[in-house]
T-cell receptor
Framework: GQSLEQPSEVTAVEGAIVQINCTYQ??????LSWYQQHDGGAPTFLSY????GLEETGRFSSFLSRSDSYGYLLLQELQMKDSASYFC???????????FGKGTTLSVSS | EAQVTQNPRYLITVTGKKLTVTCSQN?????MSWYRQDPGLGLRQIYY???????DKGDVPEGYKVSRKEKRNFPLILESPSPNQTSLYFC???????????FGAGTRLSVL
């Protein structure tokens, strides 16, 4: 079967750096994405990696290693508003919907 | 404003009473999808559509139907809802290589 594994919960303090890992096992691979979802809201796109390496978007960075079937989301200078759930997602076949991990709940405290 | 619109946002119904959740997007995206979200299970795909009249099953299609007669609309139909379909449903549209999903605000469904 196809699966994505990520930690269920992560806690950190304001100003810190946190890394959320994602390992995947899928029949194909067309890219790894990250989504953020606040309580009661819709998921919103954060980042995409189609090739190996680091992608940086402001305080957020995402990394991919296709040979290791592994990626991570790095959040720097954490703020209270970053408290949310974070999902990794893989496009396993061309022209299909994404396969999502079960999500990581990030709690940022002051 | 580019958006995906789902209706209704909240729905309480009874077992066996057919219902439809509508989804419409104004971004001219080819791909549209339906997901359900349950605690501890993340987002699971129900159905997706690559274009008009082209639909395919996702991971949890049982008990659901979809149709894509127009590019902008992708309704989700529950012919005979059951309590195990109580969930939070999201519609999404996407396009391009990155397949970035643009989600609607969600529909919270309770089947009694």
């Amino acid at each position: 079967g196809q699966s994505l594994e990520q930690p269920s919960e992560v806690t950190a303090v304001e100003g810190a750096i946190v890394q959320i890992n994602c390992t995947y096992q899928t029949s194909g691979f067309y890219g790894l994405s990250w989504y953020q979802q606040h309580d009661g809201g819709a998921p919103t796109f954060l980042s995409y990696n189609g090739l190996d390496g680091l992608e940086e978007t402001g305080r957020f960075s995402s990394f991919l290693s296709r040979s290791d079937s592994y990626g991570y989301l790095l959040l720097q200078e954490l703020q209270m508003k970053d408290s949310a759930s974070y999902f990794c997602a893989v496009k396993s076949q061309a022209g299909t919907a994404l396969i999502f991990g079960k999500g990581t709940t990030l709690s940022v405290s002051s | 404003e580019a958006q995906v619109t789902q209706n209704p946002r909240y729905l309480i119904t009874v077992t066996g009473k057919k219902l439809t959740v509508t989804c419409s997007q104004n971004m001219n995206h080819e791909y549209m999808s339906w997901y359900r979200q349950d605690p501890g299970l993340g987002l699971r795909q129900i159905y997706y559509s690559m274009n008009v009249e082209v639909t395919d099953k996702g991971d949890v299609p049982e008990g659901y139907k979809v149709s894509r007669k127009e590019k902008r609309n992708f309704p989700l139909i529950l012919e005979s809802p059951s309590p195990n379909q109580t969930s939070l449903y999201f519609c999404a549209s996407s396009t391009g290589v990155k397949n970035i999903q643009y989600f609607g605000a969600g529909t919270r469904l309770s089947v009694l």
